[in-house]
């Protein structure tokens, strides 16, 4: 089945500099990359995601970036905000063939220092 | 406000005590799923459900029963909870599996 690892678990950075979050999957069959941020206290909530028919896709800060062929997907935020820290979760899911699971990543502890 | 409930948001039982979580979404979802949140382990999945009466394991199902009997339902029943079912638990439902996942407040559970 899918694994999906997540690279770091803790992240520190000031406010302004960018910040970078990476993921590899296992199961070349993987075909949808979301990430999800989670704040304290609450769910995790889905800020960007990608296909597999795209390389790069970006919403204002924050932008995703795919490498089939090394599978592995990137968070990148640039600008970084105190509200930015969170703990961030990158995900990996084929859809198909009955496999119709999400597979998450361990989590990145960001933290963004004024 | 569309949204996904979940109750209890706090539970504390004893080992052996069934219990049900409740999970319920008011956004006509097809998929559901329920995640158990661990330090260090990220969000696994237990149960997911594809529509109603569709219900498969995820990765993580031993110990826990599901059922769906109506689009916006998707409770949780844990028959004989252990404490290494003690954990952080998220109810979560999109309309279908690669589009966004609303996830509720989370449910955390301590089984003693």
């Known amino acids: 089945g899918e694994n999906v690892e997540q690279h770091p678990s803790t992240l520190s950075v000031q406010e302004g500099d960018s910040a970078v979050i990476k993921c590899t999957y296992s199961?070349?069959?993987?075909?949808?990359f979301p990430w999800y941020k989670q704040e304290l206290g609450k769910g995790p909530q889905l800020i960007i995601d990608?296909?597999?028919?795209?390389g790069e896709k970006k919403d204002q800060r924050i932008a995703v970036t795919l490498n089939k062929t090394a599978k592995h997907f990137s968070l990148h935020i640039t600008e970084t905000q105190p509200e930015d820290s969170a703990v961030y979760f990158c995900?990996?899911?084929?859809?198909?063939?009955?496999?119709?699971?999400?597979?998450f990543g361990a989590g990145t502890r960001l933290a963004v220092h004024p | 406000e569309a949204q996904v409930t979940q109750n209890p948001r706090y539970l504390i039982t004893v080992t052996g005590k069934k219990l049900t979580v409740t999970c319920s979404q008011n956004?006509?979802?097809?998929?559901m799923s329920w995640y158990r949140q661990d330090p260090g382990l990220g969000l696994r999945q237990i149960y997911y459900?594809?529509?109603?009466?569709?219900?498969d394991k995820g990765d993580v199902p031993e110990g826990y029963k599901v059922s769906r009997k109506e689009k916006r339902n998707f409770p949780l029943i844990l028959e004989s909870p252990s404490p290494n079912q003690t954990s952080l638990y998220f109810c979560?439902?999109?309309?279908?599996?690669?589009?966004?996942?609303?996830f509720g407040p989370g449910t955390r559970l301590l089984v003693l």
């Open positions: 956004m006509n979802h097809e998929y």
């Open positions: 995900a990996a899911s084929r859809g198909s063939g009955g496999y119709n699971k999400l597979i």
């Open positions: 459900s594809m529509n109603v009466e569709v219900t």
């Open positions: 199961d070349s069959a993987s075909n949808y």
């Open positions: 979560a439902s999109s309309l279908y599996l690669h589009e966004t996942q609303y």
């Open positions: 990608i296909r597999s028919n795209v």
